[in-house]
């Protein structure tokens, strides 16, 4: 079965730290990996996708087939990454997309 | 475009009430889906639909029922709540073969 593991549910550093927020997934087949994140009282949205291989707000993020893992990743936290962030999993036809258990994200001044 | 619209925002429902949380979205989008968040455990997916008339469940579809009439509306059916289903509900929208999901808002929903 497809599953989506984030370890750490909460993750506290301070600014300028770097960051990796951790997800790990399993899947036979070729996945499609995917980073969404909610901020406060926002919705959530996508942040980056593996396929487009992009930097978005400073985050990067690769597929480690060996590993099975997508850990995102900023060299410089800035308080306003503060969020939720979620690994999600798609396939073939992006049908369904299967979501971790999230990570809260918190960057102190 | 409003992308997706989500009625209610909130919503108090006692055991054994039933009712139809609303999603529309305006972008022509032909997948379709329902979450639940819970603390602790994510979103996951109740049921999801690839195009008009055609839904299939996701992985906690008991309670809830759907149907896609047409492409712009999907609406999430509970029969009888319980405290169970007290959660926050999102709907999610995507073109065909992107897998870029858009949410919407979601509706906190509780049940006493």
């Known amino acids: 079965a497809q599953r989506v593991t984030q370890p750490e549910k909460l993750l506290s550093v301070f600014k300028g730290a770097p960051v990796e927020l951790k997800c790990n997934y399993s899947?036979?087949?070729?996945?499609?990996l995917f980073w969404y994140v909610q901020y406060s009282r926002q919705r959530l949205q996508l942040l980056l996708r593996?396929?487009s291989r992009e930097s978005i707000k400073g985050f990067t993020a690769d597929l480690n087939k060996g590993e099975t893992s997508f850990h995102l990743k900023k060299p410089f936290a800035q308080e306003e990454d503060s969020a939720m962030y979620y690994c999600?999993?798609?396939?073939?036809?992006?049908?369904?997309?299967?979501f971790g258990t999230g990570t809260r994200l918190l960057v102190s001044p | 475009n409003a992308g997706v619209t989500q009625t209610p925002k909130f919503q108090v429902l006692k055991t054994g009430q039933s009712m139809t949380l609303q999603c529309a979205q305006d972008?022509?989008?032909?997948?379709m889906s329902w979450y639940r968040q819970d603390p602790g455990m994510g979103l996951r997916l109740i049921h999801y639909?690839?195009?008009?008339?055609?839904?299939d469940q996701g992985e906690v579809p008991n309670g809830y029922n759907v149907s896609r009439s047409t492409t712009e509306d999907f609406p999430l059916r509970l029969l009888s709540a319980a405290p169970s289903q007290t959660s926050v509900y999102f709907c999610?929208?995507?073109?065909?073969?992107?897998?870029?999901?858009?949410f919407g808002s979601g509706t906190r929903l509780t049940v006493v």
């Open positions: 999610a929208s995507t073109v065909r073969g992107t897998g870029g999901y858009t």
């Open positions: 899947y036979s087949g070729s996945p499609e």
């Open positions: 593996h396929i």
């Open positions: 999600a999993l798609s396939w073939t036809g992006f049908q369904k997309l299967v």
């Open positions: 972008m022509n989008h032909e997948y």
């Open positions: 639909s690839v195009g008009a008339g055609i839904t």
